[in-house]
């Protein structure tokens, strides 16, 4: 389906049934509730992984219990575009909400990326806190005031790992190795924040690139090194947690055709999911862990220096952020415990 022939048949039906949409960005006059309103949110995500298990289906059933005459559909798997595409979607109108990870959204607002920083957060619970931090919501603020675009929340979609055929424990395991990351500013700048040689390769070639040998390793979220059998090709999952796989949802201009109880409904809805996916990513990655070592397929390497990591990454952005970006990261790391 075409979003923006969608887009327009949904603005013509409104303007047909004479119903006027109106608000600002701190919510509604109410005069929007006068009919149903479709929105539709788009997503890479599988519909199997629990970013839409416990995140999509959790905000399309709440707006849906509500019963504020809010309905959303779902695009899953990247049916309406990838990142790039899709964000300038969402600025355009022709996507209304979307899930995004940080360093893709640098695109349109370079500071945001630097939410996926290598060790710029500690843990989840970190991310939270810094999330609903004074600082937090004026980095969303900013965000919003240069492309458009709000925030309704974030959350952490799992840490990532390096997989390689030696163990990584230390920055100095790194040292010669080939790693892929992926091309993204913010991911490159990780890859010398921790001492790593980045080679771009793309997603759906990891698994030929690693079985060929040219790359030594890589580093992802559990669920997609689960999903792509890394196991096959690699003899060590070392569990760095180097990064936050954050996703930030996103809403477009139709935010503000929204009545004050068609946003809180939505607001709601994510807010619950926000606190759903960090638990079940969590559940999801300790139950693949303990099946790993249980199978033998490959070595779990949990003999990791996380503060040595954490210092040389920390210590790198420091150096080398300026700026906004720089104020961002410090403003994280001032959040953390």
Request: aromatic share 6%.
């Amino acid at each position: 389906m075409n979003v923006r022939t969608k887009r327009a048949a949904w603005v013509a039906l409104v303007g047909a049934a004479g119903i006027a949409l109106a608000g600002c960005g701190s919510g509604g006059d109410g005069g929007g509730g006068g009919g149903e309103v479709t929105i539709d949110l788009a997503t890479s995500y599988n519909e199997d992984q629990p970013q839409h298990t416990c995140g999509v289906d959790t905000i399309v059933d709440t707006v849906e219990q509500a019963d504020v005459g809010l309905s959303i559909e779902v695009f899953p798997s990247s049916q309406l575009g990838g990142d790039a595409d899709r964000i300038a979607a969402v600025a355009s109108g022709d996507i209304d909400m979307d899930l995004q990870g940080a360093s893709a959204l640098g695109a349109v607002h370079e500071p945001v990326s630097v939410l996926d920083a290598a060790y710029a957060f500690d843990g989840p619970e970190h991310l939270a806190a810094f999330a609903a931090s004074e600082e937090g919501q004026q980095v969303f603020a900013d965000f919003e005031a240069a492309s458009g675009i709000r925030t309704l929340g974030v959350w952490s979609a799992g840490a990532r790992h390096f997989t390689s055929n030696d163990p990584i424990s230390a920055p100095a395991d790194l040292e010669g190795k080939r790693i892929r990351f992926p091309g993204s500013p913010q991911y490159l700048l990780n890859a010398d924040a921790l001492g790593a040689q980045a080679t771009e390769v793309a997603y759906e070639e990891v698994y030929l690139a690693l079985q060929q040998g040219t790359v030594d390793g890589q580093e992802n979220p559990i669920t997609n090194i689960d999903s792509l059998n890394l196991q096959e090709v690699q003899d060590y999952i070392s569990l760095t947690a180097h990064q936050l796989n954050t996703n930030l949802v996103i809403i477009g201009d139709v935010w503000n055709d929204l009545s004050d109880e068609q946003q809180a409904a939505l607001q709601d809805g994510v807010d619950k999911a926000v606190e759903g996916v960090t638990q079940c990513v969590a559940d999801e990655e300790a139950a693949k862990i303990q099946e790993w070592k249980d199978a033998g397929e490959w070595e779990v390497n949990e003999d990791v220096d996380i503060e040595a990591f954490r210092d040389q990454a920390v210590g790198w952005f420091e150096e080398n952020l300026t700026g906004d970006q720089l104020a961002v990261f410090e403003a994280i790391r001032a959040t953390a415990e």
